[in-house]
């Protein structure tokens, strides 16, 4: 069969009415910063972009130098395009506005340039993740308020996971998509059309070295999976852990699973370790889109009212009934505490 290129898709969703000129020529733009990302990172040890970049984010981490590399180049590229009015990013305090000098568009791009840097040093797959909302009416300058919005209006979400092969995972509301890098060519090549995760899974990601400090609900939920066939579940469990979130889900797009980040006695005041805006709800999006569950282990995580840019969130995703017990779980233990 003809492969598919990005672009084709791009124009066979706008006649199906999916998506906009304005949404398609964004998602392009992104797409290709992805390729400049993936290049740069690709370059390992003798491309001089490994390790510290001598400076810290918001976040209170210190930045890799391919995290101000990756942060720079979706910058650049999404500046002049005319579709976005400003640019929000998990290596940036403040949403950063398009220059006066380029036209101004109706839609606001999040985004976290470069997901799980701590594994780049290790040659383990990285990631961006991002997310596309609608620019507020009558908004030329957009605030941070301005992106405060519910993850159930995202127009668009996506992520490009740079491992052995560079993959683009996408939804625009209309199912979840794959596209595979043809580096030969330079194009995203359609490589799974309408992604369905099984609804049951063997296979769990969290981070058990935190066990002892999760709530209660947690603690029995991971319990029964651990016990195995023994156990209350009848059944044995694997469990996996990359420490990148975009590795993690690309797993779970690919064959299925749950993945975890709860809150833990450790995180439980800055509301949790992922981040809601750029991390949670786009890959919630995608989920979702895909067949699966994303909650908080307390509510569905799209739902969710923002209440900062850099807010954080628990985050349970994946396989929709290992999802729902977990929360069950959660929901039922909060009841009983009344
Ligand atoms: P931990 C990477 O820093 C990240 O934000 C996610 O990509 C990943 O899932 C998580 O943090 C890993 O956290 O506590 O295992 O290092």
Redesign the pocket.
Known sequence: MKPISLIQFLIEERRAGHVNAELSLLIEVVARACKRIAVATNKGAIGGVLGEAGTGNIQGEAQKKLDVISNEILLEANAWGGQLAACASEEMEDPQPIPDMYPKGNHLLLFDPL????NIDVNISVGTIFSVLRCPDGVTNPKAEHFLQAGTTQLAAGYVVYGPATVLVLTFGHGTHEFTLDREVGSFILSRRDIRIPEETGEFAI?MS?QRHWEAPMQRYIGELLAGKDGPRGRDFNMR?V????A?VHRIITRGGVFF?PLDAKIKSKGG??RLMY?ANPMAFIIEQAGGAATTGRGRLLELQPTGLHQRVPVFLGSKKEVEVATHYHVEADRAQG
């Open positions: 997901d799980g840097s701590s981070n935190n852990w420490a990148s979130m975009v993690d980040y370790k992922l991390e």
